[in-house]
């Protein structure tokens, strides 16, 4: 790689950092909305529903497409996203 081409990626990386940064914030804000939502749960088994799950990655698949993103790529984060959450939620749900 040429000095220029290596300088260039360096800036990408950086700003790259930079956004993950940014990213890192706004999943702990969407951890604590997790948070607030699982207290209102009184029953494991609300913890997972499918349709709100089929709304979000339709919504998700529209505004990616509407914004030029490869769906595939957000259906991907966003499932496992929602996963993540959804496991998050199973291990810290306390019986009311």
């Not at 081409?5 to 993950?20: E, N």
Request: proline residues 2%; positive net charge; hydrophobic residues 35%.
């Amino acid at each position: 790689m040429s000095p220029l081409k290596r300088k260039k990626l360096s800036k990408i990386r950086y700003d790259l950092d930079k956004l993950d940064n940014s990213l890192i914030k706004i999943i702990k804000k969407r951890t604590n909305l997790v948070r607030k939502v699982l207290a209102l749960k009184s029953k494991k088994n609300e913890i997972v529903d499918q349709k709100r799950i089929r709304f979000i990655l339709k919504n998700i698949r529209q505004k990616s497409i509407k914004n030029k993103i490869d769906p595939k790529i957000t259906n991907k984060i966003w499932k496992n996203m929602i996963f993540a959450y959804i496991d998050f939620e199973r291990r810290n749900f306390k019986k009311k």
